[in-house]
Structure formats: structure tokens, C-alpha cells
């Protein structure tokens, strides 16, 4: 899977949590959680569930506490797909 | 010097009623709001009817968000933000979504039993089965006694005191007395009152067991609450939302505030589980002091009570209400107010109940009527010994409505009195 795949496999589930909607229709790789889409940060924990979710992984603590923007979770996410 | 106090706002989700034109006219009519409640049948409970508000998904889409909705599972706040919403709305307050500014002389006293009990059962599980990561972030507020009053905060932008009550069958109309003094003092300029309850089988399932709700109507449910009715048989699980704007006379006069009634005062008490209370019947000395204290601290006489709204549940401590009732203000048989009980028609709210009835009690003032009694076709001799019959009106009673003298009784044997006046 590339990472413009990744990028679109994740859109929908942050857009969700996304106060910044006009932020969401630019995501790409640098775009950070909290700065840039103003996601609740109580909320971040639901993105990780939605994520594990979507591409059937599990995320550990080490991992969910530095998922704080795009390349950080794109980079867990290939991660954990590789070791599944 | 004290501020008076006035109701500018009214928001209900009542089981016979959402919004406050639908839920006037069901009390008018004497229309009920018990069904046949099949969860509760498959359950097997004995009493399988209930009182619970009827809400649709688009109605519920433009109170809430869809992320606010996501894995929300909570009946309570659900009820609580839509009567309280519709309560700041009612009383021509803006809902400020853009401000950075809480309103600083706005808060909430919201009341509940329990918070969110289909959450916390849906999270036990969770827990149980090694999911706990799964309960996401919304399940502390959900279930947090005092989700209702932080969901409302939110949404109004509260920034006065915001805070939940909570003591039982009396919540209702403790959180209205105590946002009353709050601004009486002179510590807020308005305050949404009012108080919630869940709906389902695991709040009601407690009263089931105790064997305090009726087993005897579940083929024929809107008969089945029948305060003050010689066969009377428990009460009728209920479910809801009430919610007032309370504010200073000063604050609702400079904005040509719609005055719906006027909070003379009121008492708090309990019976301190003596004498003839107990954890779950009332010690009658008690509930005749707080009736007797409410008149005092209203600064009104017994006569000028026009009409009562009891607690009044439709089981065996009916006829011991009315008895207080009537030695507290000692006046009997046809010199006995006018009195109703709003739970012929949606059953016993618990936590809602006290600001759900005085919704309808104010109502009765702003409109000049008497809501009719339902189901006591039978009156209870012991209570028609007491007081005339004429007294407990089964027809809409159009007359003038100056006082009503609104109580509220609950386990722990506390007791909660109201005095409201027609605002003139």
C-alpha cells in the first residue's frame, strides 16, 4: 500500500474528530492532529481505535503516544501492517 | 436586599410531550404517555409499561452532532440537553457558538439519578472482557454524575457555577430551589435549572425488585398510574427532562424577558430517616415542616395556596400526603386547594419528576387552568375523607391561578417545597 492509499484510507476517520474542515480537504504529510485539524485532544485516543479498526492492527502505547500527526501515523500504521 | 427571582424559559421532554406546545397541551388533555414497554416484557419484569419521550433521529441531529453522537449511549443527557437547550431558546437567550467568552452570570444547577446507565453498563462489560482500551474517550463523560450539567456548559457556554444535584425523587425541584437562592444572593443573574432521568431497564429494574410499581396494567398501560385512586397499585417507572431559566426580576424586566411565573421561595428538608421515616418512607412530621417552611420563607399565608401539585406516586402513601398536606395548611374538605398529580399521565420521572411537574404547575399559572387528573375515577376513600372531592379535578379546569404550592418527596426521606406566584 502507498502512502497516497494510506493518506486516503485515513481521511475519513480523521475528518470526524477535525474541527477544521477546510484543514481536512488539504491533508497530506505534514499536517499535524491538534495544530492544523484542531481535533479535541481527548479525541485522540478515538482516532487510534478507528484506525486499528480500518486496517485491522493493534496499536500499542509506545506507538499512541506519538501519533500526533500524519507522517507519525502513517509511518505506526506501515509498521504494524508489516508485522502482522 | 435580596433579588426576586422569575421563570423566563421553559424547555421539557416529557413521555407525553416533547417541546413545551406539545406537552402543554397533552397535560390539558389529560393524555397519556404510558405504553407497553416490550424490552421490559422480554426482561421479565412485573410491571412492563413505562413513561418514556419519543425523539427521533433528525429531531435529535439538531441538538447534537454526529461526533457528539458517536458511541453516545446515554438517555439522561440526552433528555437533559434538549429540555435545556430548548429552555435557554425559550427564554430568547443566544446559543454563542462563536464567542471565546463564557457568559460569566450564566450557569447550571441540572440534577440526575444516575448518569448515562446504559454507557456504564455497555463500559463494565467492555472492561470485563479485556477491552478496556475500547471504551474511547467519551465514557467518563457520559457516566460522570455530572455529565448532564458539563454537556450543558458546553453547549451554552456556561460560566457561572456549573454543577449537578442529585437526592432522589426530589432532585427536580432541589435544583430549582437551590438556583433560586443562587440568584436571590445575588451570585448569578440566571441559572438553568432542572433535572434529568434515564430511560430503560437498568435504572428501573431496582424499583421492580422493591416491588414499588404496579404489576397490574400491563395489558391496559394507560391506565396503569393512578395517584390518588382507591386501587391504586405503585407507580409507573417514567422517564425525561425538565428545564427552567431562572433570573433576576432586574435582568428579565431590562430584556423584556417573557415572565412566566414568579419563585416566591421554598424549603429543603428530611425526616432524618426518624420517627415515621425511614431510607424509603417519609417521616410525616418532616414533610409537614417543609410545607410549613416553604409558606414562611415565601412570606404567604395557607390560604392563599390556590392549588397544590404533589408528589403523589399512586401507591399506599397517597392518602398520607394528602393527610400532611392538609394539616400543614390546615384546611380540609371543600376549603382544601385544587390538587393534581402530573404522574396519571407519565408516571413517576425519579430524577425528572420534580422539574418535569413544575413545568406543568408553572404552566398552570401562566395559563390560568388546572390540569386534570386521570385514572381516579375510584378515589381512595381515605383521601375523599379528608378532603372534597371537587378538590381533585378529572376535567381541564379553566380558573384563575394565583399560587401553587408544588412538593416533591425521595429516598433518604427528604422532602423539597416550592412556592410559585403568577408574575403581576
Keep these: ?84 | 436586599m435580596h433579588n426576586r427571582v422569575v421563570v423566563t424559559g421553559l424547555g421539557v421532554v416529557a413521555p407525553n410531550g416533547v417541546g413545551l406546545t406539545a406537552f402543554t397541551e397533552a397535560i390539558k388533555n389529560g393524555t397519556s404517555g404510558i405504553n407497553h414497554d416490550p424490552q421490559l416484557e422480554q426482561l421479565q419484569f412485573s410491571c412492563q409499561i413505562a413513561g418514556k419521550p419519543e425523539l427521533s433521529d433528525e429531531f435529535i441531529a439538531q441538538y447534537f452532532s454526529p461526533l457528539e453522537l458517536r458511541n453516545f449511549n446515554s438517555t439522561g443527557i440526552l433528555y437533559g440537553v434538549i429540555a435545556g437547550m430548548d429552555a435557554w431558546k425559550n427564554a430568547g437567550l443566544n446559543i454563542n457558538q462563536d464567542s471565546d467568552e463564557p457568559a460569566w452570570d450564566s450557569g447550571t444547577i441540572f440534577g440526575t439519578g444516575t448518569s448515562g446507565i446504559d454507557k456504564f453498563r455497555e463500559s463494565i462489560y467492555k472492561v470485563d472482557e479485556l477491552q478496556l482500551k475500547k471504551l474511547g474517550s467519551t465514557a467518563v463523560v457520559q457516566t460522570m454524575a455530572s455529565g448532564i450539567s458539563a454537556y450543558l456548559g458546553g453547549k451554552l457556554g456556561l460560566g457561572n457555577q456549573t454543577t449537578t444535584n442529585s437526592s432522589a425523587c426530589i432532585t427536580g425541584t432541589e435544583s430549582i430551589l437551590m438556583a433560586y437562592e443562587r440568584i436571590k444572593t445575588g451570585q448569578a443573574t440566571k441559572m438553568l435549572a432542572g433535572s434529568t432521568g434515564d430511560s430503560g431497564p437498568y435504572i428501573w429494574a431496582g424499583f421492580d425488585a422493591m416491588k414499588v410499581c404496579t404489576y397490574k396494567h400491563n395489558q391496559s398501560p394507560m391506565q396503569g398510574s393512578r395517584p390518588m385512586s382507591a386501587s391504586a397499585s405503585g407507580f409507573v417507572p417514567g422517564s425525561g427532562a425538565g428545564a427552567l431559566v431562572l433570573e433576576s426580576l432586574d435582568s428579565a424586566f431590562k430584556r423584556g424577558a417573557t415572565i412566566y411565573a414568579e419563585i416566591l421561595g421554598g424549603h429543603i428538608n428530611s425526616g432524618g430517616q426518624r420517627g415515621s421515616g425511614t431510607m424509603t418512607a417519609p417521616n410525616s412530621i418532616a414533610v409537614q415542616r417543609c410545607i410549613k417552611g416553604a409558606l414562611q420563607n415565601a412570606g404567604i399565608n395557607a390560604s392563599e395556596v390556590d392549588a397544590i401539585n404533589g408528589h403523589l406516586t399512586a401507591t399506599a402513601k397517597d392518602a398520607t400526603e394528602i393527610q400532611n398536606w392538609s394539616l400543614a395548611l390546615d384546611r380540609k374538605n371543600k376549603d382544601f386547594p385544587y390538587i393534581n398529580s402530573l404522574k396519571s399521565t407519565i408516571g413517576h420521572c425519579l430524577s425528572a419528576a420534580g422539574s418535569i411537574e413544575c413545568i406543568a404547575s408553572i404552566l398552570q399559572l401562566h395559563q390560568d387552568f388546572i390540569f386534570p387528573n386521570i385514572n381516579c375515577e375510584d378515589l381512595n376513600p381515605e383521601i375523599t375523607d379528608i378532603i372534597d372531592f371537587n378538590k381533585i379535578p378529572q376535567q381541564l379546569l379553566n380558573t384563575n391561578v394565583n399560587i401553587v404550592a408544588k412538593a416533591s418527596f425521595g429516598f433518604g426521606d427528604v422532602n423539597a417545597c416550592i412556592i410559585l406566584k403568577k408574575y403581576t
Aim: zero cysteines; aromatic letters at 4%.
Design chain 1, 1 to 84: 500500500m502507498d502512502r497516497a492509499d494510506l493518506i486516503e484510507r485515513l481521511t475519513p476517520i480523521i475528518a470526524t474528530y477535525a474541527q477544521d474542515k477546510d484543514a481536512v480537504a488539504s491533508i497530506n504529510e505534514t499536517t499535524d492532529f491538534i495544530k492544523d485539524l484542531r481535533i479535541n485532544s481527548a479525541n485522540l485516543v478515538d482516532v487510534i481505535l478507528d484506525v486499528e479498526e480500518e486496517f485491522d492492527i493493534e496499536i500499542d502505547n509506545l506507538s499512541m503516544e506519538r501519533m500526533l500527526n500524519v507522517t507519525a501515523a502513517i509511518e505506526i500504521i506501515e509498521d504494524k501492517l508489516k508485522t502482522k
